[in-house]
């Protein structure tokens, strides 16, 4: 929505350095697991988003960079020595003050008020970095939104391990002017992988391994580039907008684990087995591995499926929103966005023919959260699965976190989501179907009754 990465400036004051804080896409290292997940999975959706999703986008919308001559390799670095502490303090006011969701917050937000702020806390010099901290946290918090806050530079380098590649990047789907999908590296891991090797913010991404990507989905060249820790991977990148090609070949530093577990069973009463399939959380490896799953338990003779997303605390929404298209019919709603002026931004829908037309069950908690209610909101409200179990947790804001000039970084709540049936679950969570696991008859009425429903 998932990069250290280094946006143009963007309405920001005529001084140097001149910088824009850079929204993230990794999932978030909190305290507490439930807001960790939560804000995880809606980083990335506010990538998916488009143009709307708050000050996540705007930093996206930038005109493409001018070459006036030099290697084309993209901007200079700003240095975190260079910046004053009343400039940090600044960046992180204006990241509130374009995206921020006043819905969010517990206490009167305005505009006008923010601004109030921002002159009072600067009316004095700051004397050091960990003063500046301070005064960030302290301002976020005055915000009364439990999921807007500060990460400081240790929490914030956490963050590399949720990236989605491998090497320490993130893509950015833009259409060229042939209406055909290119690659654009949105941002980047700091001293990372694919930073050390010489890639930059606002590189084309042409080739991974001697493929062409030209056309390809973000998130599937994001499982082209992964692999085995420490294992290598041959790119092609285009410097910034008129820059040189150049190869490289870069060493992954991590490879995620599968979160998908899975086996046949046999219930009293049925005839034919059950594929069950648990999802322990929603990470880049997700979609991939539940394709697998899905297709050795139809081989093995699965008449139907039970999911379970009981105490799956969310992930990346990227991989939520891919796990729910493999169930849902081209033109499904899988999810709608909605920003400060409260109206929906955003549609998101199935692309393409489902893989599994059988009944779902799908399993779900008060630990069922973000990125899981997404998944079970869309296979629910489109008439693919029944829901069993307990109301879910009832995550339904959008974070994205934006790095700041020293390292350190903010999360801000700037939208929430909505599910197909307009049902604004934040707080609520998912009343379930059923709390115990009905028989598959039973569950096949249920799901043609939900279809004319939708047909009347």
């Known amino acids: ?76 670095e700003v240095k975190a020595e260079a910046v004053t502490n009343e400039q940090l303090v600044e960046e992180a006011w204006e990241v509130v003050n374009e995206g921020f969701l006043p819905d969010a917050g517990s206490r009167p937000w305005s505009p006008e008020l923010w601004l109030q702020r921002k002159q009072d806390i600067l009316q004095g010099s700051i004397k050091s970095r960990s003063r500046a901290h301070d005064i960030i946290t302290k301002m976020l918090a005055s915000l009364g939104d439990p999921y807007t806050r500060f990460l400081p530079p240790s929490d914030f380098s956490k963050m590399s391990k949720y990236d989605m590649t491998g090497i320490g990047l993130n893509l950015r789907e833009i259409s060229d002017d042939n209406g055909s999908l290119k690659l654009i590296v949105l941002g980047l891991i700091l001293d990372g992988p694919a930073h050390s090797a010489g890639v930059r913010q606002g590189d084309e991404l042409l080739s991974v391994n001697d493929i062409d990507v030209k056309g390809k989905s973000a998130f599937d060249v994001s499982s082209m580039l992964q692999g085995p820790k420490e294992t290598f991977v041959t790119i092609k990148v285009k410097h910034s907008n008129c820059g040189p090609v150049e190869s490289m070949k870069v060493q992954r530093q991590m490879a995620a684990r599968t979160p998908i577990f899975y086996r046949l069973e046999k219930r009293e009463n049925e005839d034919s087995p059950v594929g069950y399939i648990h999802i322990k959380e929603f990470n880049a490896v997700a979609k991939k591995d539940l394709v697998s799953a899905l297709k050795r338990l139809q081989n093995s003779g699965a008449s139907y499926f039970v999911l379970d997303l009981r105490d799956n605390l969310g992930g990346l929404v990227q991989a939520g929103i891919e796990i729910a298209k493999l169930f849902l019919n081209k033109g499904d709603t899988i999810i709608y966005t909605t920003g400060r002026d409260r109206q929906v931004q955003n549609t998101i829908v199935a692309d393409g023919e489902p893989l599994v037309t059988t009944p779902l069950m799908v399993l779900v908690n008060s630990r069922t959260a973000s990125a899981s209610e997404i998944v079970a909101s869309a296979l629910h409200d489109n008439c693919k699965a029944v829901l069993v179990g307990e109301r879910t947790y009832g995550k339904g804001l959008i974070q994205s976190v934006f790095e700041l000039y020293d390292g350190s970084g903010i999360v801000v709540t700037v939208g929430k989501y909505v599910t197909p049936n307009h049902q604004d679950i934040n707080g609520d969570g998912i009343e379930p179907d059923y709390h115990r696991l009905p028989g598959l008859n039973e569950a096949r009425d249920y799901l043609l009754r939900c279809e004319g429903k939708k047909l009347s």
């Not at 986008?57 to 001559?69: D, F, K, M, S, T």
């Open 1 to 76: 929505m998932l990069p250290l990465s280094y946006a143009p400036p963007h309405g920001r004051p005529n001084r140097s350095p001149s910088h824009k804080p850079k929204p993230q896409q990794f999932a978030l290292p909190f305290p507490d697991a439930l807001r960790a997940a939560a804000a995880a999975a809606a980083i990335s959706l506010s990538l998916l988003a488009g143009n709307n999703a708050g000050a996540a986008a705007a930093a996206l919308e930038q005109p493409a960079e001018i070459c006036r001559g030099g290697d084309g390799g993209g901007k200079a």
